[in-house]
């Protein structure tokens, strides 16, 4: 689940979620909805996190 994968590449890159959310230019109520499971990324803020974790969106989508 990418809840799942989203948070543990945060936490292995040692980020905050505040900085993960400026990036991402949404709120930080937003990014932890998506670490929580409360809500999906689009495909945009998706791709951008793959982006920044410089892993494949496959990845975190657990299509591996």
């Known amino acids: 689940m990418i809840a799942e ?3 543990a590449e945060r936490i292995k890159q040692g980020l ?5 959310a400026e990036q991402l230019g949404i709120s930080h109520q ?3 909805a ?3 499971g409360d809500r999906v990324p689009s ?3 998706a791709k951008a996190l793959a982006k920044l974790f ?5 990845y ?4 591996d």
């Open 5 to 7: 994968r989203i948070k």
């Open 16 to 20: 905050t979620t505040k900085y993960i």
């Open 30 to 32: 937003a990014y932890s």
């Open 34 to 36: 998506f670490e929580h």
């Open 43 to 45: 495909v945009q803020v």
């Open 54 to 58: 410089s892993c494949s969106l496959d």
């Open 60 to 63: 975190l989508l657990a299509n």
